[in-house]
């Protein structure tokens, strides 16, 4: 069982460019969730979906794109990157859709964009 | 619209004394409370969660927090700090569609 699954670990990038980002959890949850975390900004909620087959935008969505590809696997695009989203982004999965559950995190990924 | 403040930026305590983090939300309803701890270069683990009943939770790792409806507060405490609890925590009111709120974090350095 190894929970929330990200890829890559470390990445860095040219501005321009583009690349996805990897989430895989394998608890059966409902729902995923991106996010970003920068320096004294807490976690700010990129976009989420809260059960297989819908998303929807959250606090901070431009810039990016998400395809839930399944119930296990919810993916995050940078169509083209920008120093501004320079950030540790993080995947997280809760247990049930349409409820404030606790959830559970990935180990992040650390986006570098030049 | 839902929030979360953690008034405390860095609190630094020495090891085997207590601590108190400090967390204050606003919320229209009943509110769902979570304390998640972050480890350098880790991602967000669970430290406990509130959401109904009884007012004081316990969580893993010896931490507790006490909901105060009257004070929109869940304050977390630890009796007896060790090293290992450095780290940054943060504090989440949880909503309907998962979109919960995290503050914007506490680290807590621990003096030897």
């Known amino acids: 069982n190894a929970g929330v699954t990200q890829t890559p670990k470390f990445q860095v990038l040219k501005t321009g460019q583009s690349m996805t980002l990897q989430c895989a959890q394998d608890m059966n949850h409902n729902s995923m969730y991106w996010y970003r975390q920068d320096p004294g900004m807490g976690l700010r909620l990129i976009y989420y979906?809260?059960?297989?087959?819908?998303?929807d935008k959250g606090e901070v969505p431009n810039g990016y794109n998400v395809s839930r590809l399944n119930k296990r696997e919810f993916s995050l695009r940078l169509e083209s990157a920008a120093p501004s989203q320079t950030s540790v982004y993080f995947c997280a999965s809760s247990d049930r859709a349409g409820g404030p559950y606790e959830q559970f995190f990935g180990p992040g990924t650390r986006l570098t964009v030049l | 619209a839902q929030s979360v403040t953690q008034p405390d930026i860095h609190i630094t305590v020495s090891e085997g004394a207590s601590l108190e983090l400090r967390c204050n939300y606003s919320?229209?309803?009943?509110?769902?409370l979570f304390w998640y701890v972050q480890s350098p270069g880790q991602g967000l683990q669970l430290l406990l969660k509130?959401?109904?009943?009884?007012?004081l939770v316990q969580g893993i790792k010896g931490f507790e927090a006490e909901f105060k409806r009257s004070q929109s507060s869940f304050n977390l405490r630890k009796p007896s700090v060790h090293w290992s609890d450095a780290a940054e925590y943060f504090c989440a009111v949880g909503a309907f569609a998962g979109k919960s709120t995290f503050g914007d974090g506490t680290t807590l350095t621990v003096k030897p």
């Open positions: 979906s809260a059960s297989e087959g819908t998303t």
């Open positions: 509130y959401f109904s009943g009884d007012t």
């Open positions: 919320y229209g309803a009943t509110p769902y």
